[in-house]
């Protein structure tokens, strides 16, 4: 089954959601260079030159045609200036796992909420049915705002991270 999910702009209360690209990669660079963002997903900060290489090839996109890599920046439109970024892959029109990091000094205004909030939305309205996301156990902000987008934790774990899941009936 061919996935046809696109990345379009979108927007929440405060923030529009634009489809990453490459040019994106120095300023979310700056946004993502906290090493306390790494604290719960391993790595260290990438460097403007990794980053952009890293979103050539997000943006050229899935290898698979079955699989849409859907991704955005968060743009505060108060601010005019990014906040972090939401991504989902999408499998089969139905089914995506999605994840979420918004820059430090951005955290704790509600504005990962937020976007994991509208991403879900935005992709229920394309047709997703099924929500993933993978979170460490002890991040709970993290798990703050995988509830608030209405995924629930589950017994499952992945590489040490609890599955948390969304199903939606249509």
Partial sequence: ?????????????RLDLLPLRVEHAAEMAVVLGDPALHTFIGGAPSTPEALR??????????PDPSVSWCNWV????????PAGTVQA????????????????????RGF?????AGLVGRLREQGVRTFVAHIHPDHHASAAVARSAG???TAERQDGEVRWRLAVTP
Avoid: C, K, N
């Fill in 74 to 81: 968060l743009w505060v439109r108060d601010a005019d200036r």
């Fill in 1 to 13: 089954m061919l996935s046809t999910v696109p990345a379009e702009p979108f927007a929440t209360a």
């Fill in 53 to 62: 290489a890293r979103y050539e090839r997000l943006v050229a996109g899935s």
């Fill in 112 to 116: 990962a909420s937020e976007a994991a």
């Fill in 89 to 108: 892959t999408v499998t089969g029109r139905d089914h995506a796992e999605i994840a979420w990091v918004v820059g430090t000094p951005w955290q704790g």
């Fill in 151 to 153: 995924l629930s934790a």
